[in-house]
T-cell receptor, first 112, second 114 residues
């Protein structure tokens, strides 16, 4: 079993829809949770970064962490065609190295 | 502009050849990382370095080597011992391993076999 599981999709939704992206993990020691957006042939770009359980909002994006269920989510409101990309969840332990463990990414397409 | 620069963007390797991928950052970050990304898979850690002249193996270090002679630079060599080198290689940097700040990525090098 992988440490971090993420549905690879592809996921296709109409413009303006609310998008929900999810990851589950098995290691309860993970403390830091990130969402990266990756456009084709580009490096991942950090979208959201959270430490604790609960919600964090930034514009149209909301990151949710439920440590008791070992489940994290990213919600995108009023989705736009420019949101079409691969979304990667990542997490790390509370220790020196800050090594990240990534999900496999969900490919999202927003249709105009 | 501050950032991470990876070069070349595309690279081709012949059988039995070693190739070196460049990663330079002007963010004054202490920590640097190399990841490999295969289609439909997440990123996997190859090597990382916390300070100059020091580096550690990641999860898939076999067939790769690195050096960290300068804070700004962390080149990755893909050796002939790496039998399946075709992948997208990503370099990342971070303020410091104890900073709790996230990693930031360059735009990658795509390596293919001729």
């Amino acid at each position: 079993q992988k440490e971090v599981e993420q549905d690879p999709g592809p996921l296709s939704v109409p413009e303006g829809a609310i998008v929900s992206l999810n990851c589950t993990y098995s290691n309860s020691a993970f403390q830091y949770f990130m969402w990266y957006r990756q456009y084709s042939r580009k490096g991942p770009e950090l979208l959201m970064y959270t430490y604790s359980s609960g919600n964090k909002e930034d514009g149209r994006f909301t990151a949710q962490v439920d440590k008791s269920s070992k489940y994290i989510s990213l919600f995108i409101r009023d989705s736009q065609p420019s949101d079409s990309a691969t979304y990667l969840c990542a997490m790390s332990l509370l220790r020196r190295t800050q090594k990240l463990v990534f999900g496999q990414g969900t490919r999202l397409t927003i249709n105009p | 502009d501050g950032g991470i620069t990876q070069s070349p963007k595309y690279l081709f390797r012949k059988e039995g050849q070693n190739v070196t991928l460049s990663c330079e950052q002007n963010l004054n970050h202490d920590a640097m990382y190399w990841y490999r990304q295969d289609p439909g898979q997440g990123l996997r850690l190859i090597y990382y370095s916390q300070i100059v002249n020091d580096f550690q193996k990641g999860d898939i270090a076999e067939g790769y080597s690195v050096s960290r002679e300068k804070k700004e630079s962390f080149p990755l060599t893909v050796t002939s011992a790496q039998k399946n080198p075709t992948a997208f290689y990503l370099c990342a940097s971070q303020t410091g391993v104890n900073s709790n700040q996230p990693q930031h990525f360059g735009d990658g090098t795509r390596l293919s076999i001729l």
